[in-house]
């Protein structure tokens, strides 16, 4: 879930409305992914929001649809998400520029990412910037002697022995150069 969960919330109720406008709250509840009983608070507590209107078409039978009021929440939530985010990439490309800086002044020529990584494009941008050598490789399947001048960056998915070997290579990890700390 997001950071946001009611923005989540609002935005799933949203994808099931538009998908089937006359969704009962057991298909709200499947796209949810909650029980029907939590859906039913959900959808009661966005309805005295004024975010989703809830119009009883007989006993058994409710129609809910997402208010203007529920829509320019979902707006208001998601813009402000979005200015996070990007400020979150803001610092974490400044981060990597510092990383790849401080090991161009060290003398390294190359940069390579060992793995994936979600910010691959912040690393070889900077590498590239810095007017270094980028190559994005596998996690070596055994230990070899790191190239000489080159900073590696251990990329969010290296399993931990090879994370450790890569370490003791002096490479980095991502959060690292990121300047972040090490998600669990």
Not at 74 to 99: D, G, P
Not at 124 to 141: D, H, I, N, T, Y
Request: glycine fraction near 8%; proline fraction near 3%; include cysteine.
């Amino acid at each position: 879930m997001t950071a946001e969960p009611e923005l989540q919330l609002l935005s799933n109720i949203q994808t099931a409305l538009t998908a089937n406008p006359e969704a009962k709250q057991r298909e709200i509840a499947a796209e949810l992914g909650l029980s029907l009983g939590m859906t039913n608070i959900v959808l009661r507590r966005f309805a005295n929001r004024g975010w989703i209107l809830a119009k009883r078409l007989s006993a058994r039978n409710i129609r809910y649809a997402l208010t203007p009021e529920g829509m320019n929440e979902i707006a208001h939530r998601s813009y402000r998400c979005l200015r996070r985010t990007f400020a979150e990439v803001r610092e974490c490309r400044a981060a990597v520029e510092r990383c790849v800086m401080q090991a161009k002044a060290r003398g390294c020529t190359r940069v390579c990412l060992y793995g994936e990584s979600d910010i691959a494009f912040i690393i070889e941008w900077a590498a590239r910037s810095a007017g270094l050598e980028f190559a994005q490789l596998p996690v070596p399947e055994r230990a070899a002697e790191a190239p000489a001048g080159t900073l590696g960056i251990t990329g969010e998915g290296t399993d931990g022995a090879a994370a450790e070997w890569l370490a003791a290579q002096g490479c980095v990890s991502v959060y690292e150069a990121a300047g972040r700390e090490e998600k669990e």
